[in-house]
């Protein structure tokens, strides 16, 4: 390959909360016991290197010696709607339609004041994202879970007669929907996304759709944009997307909407700005722009193959070596939503003895209740496949198959 996916970072120490999380005062993550290194696989961040253009357009700005206010650069929009172009197909989308946003989950926080009133209730599929979760909640808004259900095949599926029922007794106007989804790692057929806008349509339902995931679709998985659809769609929707997930840089913090309806753009930048604090960085902004260059669609593609790849063997490791543990193999995002429900009925334990024997021996994963999975685990796979193979040999040694 061309780019490095196998280099394994040191990054303790150095701004990362995967690693220096683990064991600091106060954290809910154990250190491991002695003689194990972290392996970090919970929080949705990649241990790869970042790509060199994104450093290499920041550094080139670091150098000019004025740091004061500035105007958002065309090559900035330019490179966003070059970029929905070339990976999703998407035609007329102009610099008008898009919008900063500091973070996805803060967008929501604003989509929600412009759509909902305090109190009101929200369709969200469940498993649910927990930042969802949270945003909803700290802002008052109350959750209605439609449950999201495996087929023949164990494939993630709406449920959408439950849907509909939940959106007619609740009274509800307003989904979240997330896609690829969060935490299963679905990624929605064109009828299923074209289904779902129908259904929203004819109950009157907006949709804030979190679309933050989808460059990071699996080799062979397409993402639909959910304004695609339909013009209805187009209309109805409130789009988020970022870099920060697909390049890996949440710590510089940078978001972006996209609104095709004037009202609601609108109302967005109007409610975005009421805080003062809603605005675009200059390095961010040149990271993005860095991102988006032609080497981001190579390092991308790149990426695509080394993360199939680590779902792939995950995957078939799981269904060899770990009898009672069950996965429904993702389509997208570089996540594994683990369900332990069978093993800890087999060995009379629950999922937080699971959690925690793995916490022992380094590798650090994320309980999946918080996620509304009872008996489930999420875990990160964007390292490079040595770590990967280390972290699943200790699961085997010593927690699913210790002796």
Not at 173 to 191: D, L, M, Q, Y
Not at 319 to 347: N, R
Request: glycine share 8%; net charge negative; charged share 25%.
């Amino acid at each position: 390959m061309k780019y490095d996916f196998t280099s394994i970072l040191d990054r303790r120490g150095k701004d990362a909360i995967a690693v220096d999380a683990v064991g600091a005062p106060g954290s809910s993550f154990p250190a491991p016991r002695e003689g194990f290194d972290v392996i970090p696989m919970w929080v949705a961040d990649m241990n790869f290197p970042a790509l060199h253009t994104i450093q290499e357009a920041m550094i080139e700005r670091a150098k000019l010696p004025t740091f004061g206010y500035f105007s958002t650069r065309t090559e900035y929009y330019d490179s966003i709607i070059r970029w929905h172009e070339t990976r999703n197909g998407v035609t007329g989308l102009t610099a008008a339609n898009i919008g900063y946003e500091n973070g996805v989950l803060g967008g929501v926080a604003t989509a929600m004041r412009v759509l909902c009133s305090q109190g009101d209730k929200v369709l969200l599929h469940s498993p649910t994202y927990v930042g969802f979760t949270g945003v909803l909640k700290n802002n008052g808004y109350d959750i209605v879970h439609s449950a999201l259900v495996q087929d023949e095949n164990g494939v993630w599926r709406m449920d959408f007669e439950d849907m509909e029922k939940k959106i007619v007794e609740n009274k509800i106007h307003t989904a979240i929907f997330c896609s690829p989804h969060n935490p299963t790692g679905r990624v929605w057929e064109k009828w299923e996304v074209e289904k779902a806008m129908e259904l929203y349509k004819k109950h009157d339902v907006m949709v804030i759709s979190d679309e933050i995931w989808s460059d990071l679709t699996l080799v062979g998985q397409k993402h639909t944009p959910t304004q695609s659809v339909s013009e209805d769609a187009k209309k109805r929707t409130i789009a988020f997307y970022a870099p920060s997930k697909t390049f890996n840089l949440a710590g510089l913090i940078g978001s972006y909407h996209i609104i095709y309806n004037k009202l609601l753009k609108d109302r967005m930048d109007k409610e975005s700005s009421l805080s003062h604090y809603n605005s675009l960085n200059v390095m961010s902004m040149y990271a993005l722009i860095g991102a988006y260059k032609d080497e981001g669609y190579e390092w991308l593609d790149e990426l695509r193959e080394v993360i199939t790849g680590n779902i792939d063997w995950a995957c078939k490791y799981i269904e060899e070596h770990f009898e009672g543990v069950e996965i429904s193999k993702p389509q997208g995002t570089y996540m594994l939503f683990i369900d332990c429900g069978k093993w800890c009925a087999a060995h009379g334990k629950d999922v937080g003895d699971v959690l925690k024997a793995g916490w022992d021996v380094g590798v650090v994963w994320q309980d999946g209740r918080a996620f509304h999975g009872k008996t489930h685990i999420r875990m990160n796979l964007a390292l490079p496949l040595s770590r990967v193979q280390e972290a699943f040999e200790r699961l085997d040694k010593y927690v699913f198959n210790a002796e």
